[in-house]
């Protein structure tokens, strides 16, 4: 195995632990309309993922930082290709960290609401992106003999690329429905227990149709494995869920996102961003890849500091793993 290889997969694992931490952080956001049914209880949903949601968008960062680095030419063609969607997404994730900020610097309800509002919708539209984001990249866009996208946005907008987002949306927010089940104490932990059933219900429909398309379209043996093992996990996770054992659902939730996403990137390799023009045009690991000394480099920059990070972010959950209900919030708010 040559190195541009061993960071294809250390890209895939940094792509499965953002999707993983912040896919539940969309579903919360999500359930802030969805569950919650006043301004205390969209509190309580706030403050589950409060001390962690930036943390858990470093995955973001150093996955795009290591696609830069290790993939230039895969990071050129997808950031200019898909330049609106991943400009919105950015501009998503901006606004909603402003949002979880500023929502409480102010008493009054509208000055709330409106916060209240855009972590809903910042929540939303990324949850919905990423997944047309990967479906288009798994699938294939237009692609020329110099690297180049030569697609329109529409071309992005196909049933494909639909699903895909659907499907994100919907896992995303089953996720996070499963979490705020585990992290949270009186009527809203049994209500989301009854809201990740039936999301968990639609996931599994939506999921199914969407991997087995992958699978028919670009699959392999190793992408069928993670197709069974996310399927096997999800309804799983039903079946813990309705046994209300919170812990074993949340986590059969996780390996159903690590399974899914793994699928995409077992099926998607050697390449990196097929190309629908041509097969000899696609971007692969090799011809899109750095230097053997860049990679050489990093792969030491990253055995030393991925520990850490790991080791932090675990302190951080380890800490703030209590649960937390209406009970908690002070009644100024």
């Not at 969209?42 to 960062?61: A, F, H, M, S, Y």
């Amino acid at each position: 195995m040559q190195l541009h290889d061993v960071w294809f997969i250390l890209i895939a694992v940094l792509w499965i632990g953002y999707f993983f931490l912040e896919g539940f952080d969309f579903g919360i956001g999500v359930l802030t309309r969805l569950l919650a049914r006043n301004t205390a209880e969209r509190r309580v949903l706030i403050n589950t993922i409060g001390p962690v949601w930036d943390g858990n968008e470093v995955w973001l960062l150093t996955a795009g930082g290591a696609t830069f680095a290790a993939f230039p030419d895969w990071y050129a063609t997808l950031f200019s290709g898909f330049y609106i969607p991943l400009l919105l997404i950015l501009v998503c994730l901006i606004i909603r960290g402003v949002a979880f900020e500023y929502r409480a610097k102010r008493p009054e309800e509208r000055w709330q609401r409106n916060w209240e509002q855009a972590i809903f919708w910042t929540s939303l539209v990324p949850a919905f992106l990423w997944g047309v984001a990967f479906a288009n990249i798994v699938h294939g866009v237009d692609i020329d003999e110099r690297k180049n996208y030569v697609g329109t946005l529409w071309d992005l907008l196909n049933p494909y690329a639909i699903l895909g987002g659907l499907v994100t949306l919907t896992l995303f927010t089953f996720h996070g429905a499963l979490f705020a089940a585990l992290k949270t104490d009186g009527d809203i932990r049994t209500r989301a227990r009854s809201t990740a059933l039936q999301l968990g219900l639609l996931t599994a429909v939506l999921a199914l149709v969407f991997l087995v398309w992958t699978q028919s379209d670009s699959g392999n043996t190793w992408s069928l494995v993670a197709l069974v093992i996310a399927v096997a996990a999800l309804l799983g996770s039903l079946a813990a869920n309705q046994s209300a054992r919170e812990g074993w659902a949340f986590i059969l939730s996780g390996i159903t996102v690590t399974a899914a996403v793994a699928m995409l990137f077992l099926a998607l390799f050697p390449d990196v961003m097929p190309s629908t023009l041509n097969p000899e045009w696609s971007l692969t690991v090799s011809n899109a890849a750095s230097s053997a000394y860049t990679l050489k480099l990093m792969t030491i920059v990253a055995a030393i500091f991925t520990p850490l990070v790991l080791l932090y972010q675990s302190w951080t959950y380890w800490v703030f793993r209590k649960r937390i209900g209406t009970q908690h919030i002070p009644a100024a708010h």
